[in-house]
């Protein structure tokens, strides 16, 4: 609230400066106000019609709203008129996988590669939409190909490295890749995060644990990460400290969580700790 209260006065004070616009509207969209959300950005976009990060947002409010069809009509409106943009296709493909239009999704993007036979950004959507998709080998084929066209591309490198790690599939060239990402942002908290997850599957959890803590203290309200620490630090028989770490993804983002499982794993360690 009191972000939002700040920002708001600071939109006032320079007269709606877009940098100031764009982090109000995020903020509401953190604390769920998704009218007003809707309301900011629609506002904002008025001086700003061409803004794409601000129809992002607008879509995404209408999305977390419940109002997906209206959330895919911004973005397919962007796209007619920037057509020659391949970021908007981008964005139009990810509006349509997250209202589950998983096929539309891939059509876009796909097209979007033809016409963009060199921009890797619409190929490594196309493997993110593949992975949401559960089409393990193509999303494995995508993000090869960016690779192999940009070597030191961190994103698909670690997107690449955790999807192998996830599946406990290939763990070893799994680290080899978080690695190479971790090479070009060595204090990227996903990354490091990825890195002791593959070790965690691989059964590693001295090295898993030493990753995954420096992961946790940088993204305390990544619900999936501090469940990632949790784990490890179960393993190690610090049940006190797993309890701890599995509380925060409670009070995160709760973002791609069990929570009824965290629960359980909670009750399995206090079940675990000396009798007092």
Excluded: C
Aim: no cysteine.
């Amino acid at each position: 609230d009191k972000a939002i209260a700040t920002l708001q006065e600071a939109n006032k004070i320079s007269g709606g400066d877009p940098a100031i616009s764009f982090y109000l509207i995020q903020a509401q969209l953190s604390a769920k106000r998704y009218s007003d959300a809707v309301a900011a950005a629609r506002q904002a976009r008025v001086e700003q019609p061409d803004d794409l990060r601000l129809a992002r947002l607008e879509a995404e409010g209408l999305r977390l709203w419940g109002k997906g069809d209206e959330a895919v009509a911004v973005l397919e409106q962007v796209v007619k008129r920037q057509a020659a943009n391949p970021m908007a296709h981008v964005a139009l493909a990810q509006i349509y996988q997250d209202t589950n239009h998983g096929g539309q999704a891939v059509k876009v993007l796909q097209d979007a590669r033809t016409r963009f036979p060199q921009d890797m950004s619409i190929t490594f959507e196309l493997g993110a939409v593949f992975e949401k998709q559960k089409k393990f080998a193509d999303a494995e084929t995508a993000f090869r190909q960016v690779i192999a066209q940009e070597p030191e591309h961190g994103t698909a490198l670690n997107y690449l490295g955790y999807m192998l790690a996830e599946r406990g599939d290939r763990l070893s060239e799994s680290v080899d890749l978080i690695k190479r990402a971790l090479q070009t942002e060595p204090d990227n908290g996903s990354y490091l995060d990825s890195l002791g997850w593959a070790y965690f599957k691989d059964g590693k959890f001295d090295l898993a644990a030493e990753h995954l803590k420096r992961a946790a203290d940088q993204l305390l309200t990544n619900s999936v990460v501090q469940d990632h620490y949790g784990d490890v630090l179960f393993r190690l028989g610090r049940y006190d400290e797993a309890i701890a770490a599995w509380s925060k993804p409670l009070s995160g983002d709760r973002e791609d969580v069990d929570q009824g499982g965290i629960d359980r794993k909670i009750r399995s360690a206090k079940q675990k700790l000396p009798r007092r």
